[in-house]
């Protein structure tokens, strides 16, 4: 079996290191050269650590995250809506990661050349088409900076982890409409300063139409005694056309922002300060795209975000990418029959990553801020007269459980099966 992937973002190299410790071979074609460490923070959740503690990686991941302590929730005037501890604090077998994008993809990378040979990694190979046949398939690759070729390769099995604007996915779907723009813009930077709570806290503060989130993604500054901090700034802008493209190193002007956070000055942190002191600021609209019904089309299949591109919420992106990749893995390395063995993939992880897509657009476990904005516009002094005993955890539980870390079902898991 020879497993050919396209994309080498975290869900793409992630399904390449778990093929090759079950013995696939497997070539990871990516477009970009050289590879840089872009992007901004991100959180790998418990289940997604277990899948790269497998792989070996802990140690290396423990070196460049922070381990995310606890997870709280304010209001917009700073009142506490829910805390609750994560990760290793919260009785997982495994910690949850706050890590820049960037380093997390250079140390899959870096493992991948290591581990694959540097033969097998092929940057500067942007995928342009693929046909398949009963016997196999042949992705053809070209320079995108000059549009020439660059030479084709020929496997049992495709792999379309080519991310947002996948051209894999836009083979089976060519018509695919955008879902309308839901008029919601994310800015996002990384500022120095000094820690806040716990020094190993997330927080969000306001409502789903002016969020502020912020955490912090570097150990070696923290060692030092300051905080590198990674921080998302979103904002309801209305409008039914998304006013920017969905490009995540596009730079923007913070005064389209800024003003609408002034007010987020509070005891325990900063956030206009945050946002005055980031050396670049990015922006995103907030667009997903509709489940689809397939991603299996014999030999090939889709995985990460250009099989399920959802809102960030719940720090689900890259986990749910590294879910696929292993769940991918052990179908192939499980079923001699590629294409059994990717229906087979497609079955365990469709309908859970549709749901979630779904759920994100409800604002997942954030809907306890949109709920505090409702019921209480004015603030509140305990959030007891707000929420129902109970309701808050009853939230953060379902969500869990819907993402697929429920901590006690999650850890009955153990490491799992080692290769053969
Ligand atoms: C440059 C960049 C910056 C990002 N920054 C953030 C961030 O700050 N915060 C956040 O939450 N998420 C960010 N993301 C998205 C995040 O990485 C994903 O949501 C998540 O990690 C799932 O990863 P993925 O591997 O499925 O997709 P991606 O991380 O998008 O990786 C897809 C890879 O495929 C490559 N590719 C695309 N088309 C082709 C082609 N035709 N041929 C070959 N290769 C191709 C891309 O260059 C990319 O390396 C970023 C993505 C990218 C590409």
Known sequence: MKVIIIGAGPGGLTAALHLHRLGVEVSVHESV??????????????HAVRELTILGLDPALAAAS???????????????????PRGRAAGYHWPQYSIHRGRLQMLLYDTAVERLGRGQVHPGHHLAGFEQDAAGVTARFTDRTTGEPVGEERGDVLIGADGIHSVVRRAFYPSEATPPFGGRILWRGITEGPPFLSGKTMIMAGHPDVKFVAYPICPDMAASGRALINWIAELQVGGGKAPIPRDWNRLADRAHFAPAFAGMKFDWLDAPALIAGAPEVY???????????????????????????MFPIGSNGASQAILDAAALADALAGNPDPLAALRTYEERRLAPTSQLVLNNRRHGPEIVMQLAEERAPQGFKNV???FAPGELADIAQKYKVAAGFDRDRLNALGQGPEPA
């Open 66 to 84: 922070i381990a995310t302590g606890e997870l709280a929730y304010y209001n917009k005037t700073g009142s506490l809506i829910w805390r609750e």
């Open 384 to 386: 007891s007269e707000v």
């Open 33 to 46: 050269r050289p590879i840089k460490p872009l992007g901004v923070g991100i959180n790998l959740l418990p």
């Open 283 to 309: 922006e995103f609209p907030l667009i997903d795209r509709d489940p689809v019904p397939r991603w299996t089309f014999d030999r090939v299949t889709l995985l990460g975000d250009a099989a399920h591109p």
